[in-house]
């Protein structure tokens, strides 16, 4: 079992680079299914998910190899149209592939995604839009099989009562590229990882209309190529660093944060009292102003706040004097970082997916549990600003979203160290 040790209270500097997207890489992957040809996707990072991915992949009969952060997927062999509980249940994401298979094989059986840490999360809105498409959906035995013998274009709405969702849009938008006729999508979602698989599957040979708005309109049937493709920043892990930069009082440069898709996050900083600046070779995030106030948050769709931020601003308002407050529109369950940073000397308390923070004048480093990848990003950050020694147990969480964290930490001046036993780590679901 693997923890991250942190002794905080440092001032954090230097430069830090931003990896490539984790959740633009993921649909991208599956994507690359949908071609006659090899795909090769740069910048990809090296992360548990992006492996977990490589292996659904390889299960369905693609040939996946990655190395200096370059996946290459060649499809050829793609003729599996079982992906398997073992596999999938170790990342939701995993459904992605449905959409691909049900395009060229015309039938999916996938394991449904079962629970996790944030909440429920169900795909009711993948299923709806895959039988818009005229595929027939029966669920039986944990497994969700979808089943086509031709798919045809239609006019759908895939809003659901949380908003857009970014699964669902994707999923179907790869399914809706094979059908024959057009199709118009309302009701999609606008993230950026969603724009990303348009320009991924229009050059690939796909026509699609609409990128970055709510309406996609697909004209389906045309026969796909492998591209070369090079993933866009992860925007979350930007927003993460500067949250570090914050919390610790300190001013680092981020380098590659894609700032164009990163608004809500910066505005709310800049809210807070942090300086962004633009820098040589990046941007500079100042913490060190001296006058920082409480906020209140929102999450939302792009370009709302997003919810895989809600976690690390807690951290950063737990530290802020007076009262913030976090309202969780996306996942309403998805507080459970909340307790653990009480456990630091934070006054959080949370009712009906509002957060009330009362800003304390410092945590105090404590022994703390991760329970998701974003909730290990807010007690790391917490950490580096808390007195005293903080331990991140479950870290497997963070290896599923950031790319050597405690590496990049460590370059500008964080005290922080992974260690090691011998016990075993339970396989959570997320
Ligand atoms: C993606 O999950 C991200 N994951 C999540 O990031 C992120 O939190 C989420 O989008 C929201 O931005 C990946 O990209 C791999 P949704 P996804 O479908 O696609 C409801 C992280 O930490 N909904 O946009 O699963 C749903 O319950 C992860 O990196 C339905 O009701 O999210 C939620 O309330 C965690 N029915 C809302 O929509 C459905 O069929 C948005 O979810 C699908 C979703």
Redesign the pocket.
């Known amino acids: 079992m693997e923890r991250i040790i942190i002794q905080g209270g440092r001032r954090l500097e230097g430069r830090v680079s931003v990896s490539g997207s984790?959740?633009a890489t993921?649909p991208l992957m599956a994507a690359a299914l949908l071609a006659d040809s090899p795909s090769v996707i740069t910048n990809v990072p090296e992360l548990r998910d992006i492996q977990t991915m490589a292996d659904v992949l390889r299960s369905l009969g693609a040939a996946v190899s990655f190395s200096a952060n370059t996946l290459t997927i060649d499809p050829a062999g793609f003729a599996n149209t079982e992906a398997p509980y073992d596999i999938v249940r170790k990342m939701?994401?995993s459904i992605y592939v449905m959409g691909p298979m049900l395009g060229r094989l015309h039938r999916a059986k996938v394991s449904l995604p079962g629970g996790c840490a944030?909440?429920?999360?169900?795909?009711?809105?993948?299923?709806k839009g895959f039988e818009a498409l005229g595929a027939r959906i029966q669920l039986e035995h944990g497994y969700v099989i979808a089943n086509a013998e031709s798919l045809r274009g239609a006019d759908f709405n895939l809003l659901?009562?949380?908003?857009?969702?970014?699964?669902?849009t994707c999923n179907v938008l790869m399914a809706a590229v094979m059908a024959e006729g057009e199709s118009v999508i309302h009701g999609a979602?606008c993230?950026p990882?969603v724009v990303e698989l348009i320009h991924f599957l229009s050059r690939m040979g796909a026509s699609i209309e609409g990128a970055g708005t709510s309406t996609l309109r697909i004209a389906g049937g045309k026969a796909l190529h492998g591209v070369e493709h090079r993933v866009i920043a992860d925007r979350?892990e930007a927003g993460t660093f500067m949250t570090a930069a914050a919390i610790t009082r300190s001013c680092i440069v981020i380098e590659n944060a894609p700032l164009h898709h990163m608004e809500a996050t910066t505005a709310k900083l800049a809210e807070i009292g942090v300086a962004i600046e633009p820098a040589d070779g990046g941007v500079a995030v100042r913490g060190d102003t001296g006058n920082f106030r409480p906020t209140s948050i929102t999450t939302g769709?792009y370009p709302g706040f997003?919810?895989?931020m809600q976690a690390q601003f807690m951290a950063l308002l737990a530290t802020v004097p007076g009262t913030s407050i976090i309202r969780e529109t996306?996942?309403v369950d998805r507080f459970m970082h909340a307790a653990e940073l009480n456990r630091m000397g934070a006054n959080i308390r949370v009712l009906s997916g509002v957060a009330t923070v009362e800003g304390v004048e410092r945590l105090s480093g404590a022994p703390v549990m991760a329970s998701?990848?974003?909730a290990s990003a807010a007690l790391v950050i917490a950490g580096l600003a808390a007195e005293g020694t903080t331990i991140v147990n479950r870290i497997y969480h963070i290896d599923r979203?950031y790319e050597h964290i405690e590496r990049k930490l460590r370059a500008v001046g964080a005290a922080i160290a992974r260690v090691s036993d011998a016990e075993p780590e339970p396989q959570l679901p997320?």
């Open positions: 984790k959740n993921l939701r994401a944030i909440g429920p999360r169900p795909i009711d809105l993948h299923l659901g009562a949380s908003g857009s969702s970014v699964g669902a979602a993230e990882d979350i769709v997003a919810t895989d996306i996942y998701d990848l974003r979203g997320e």
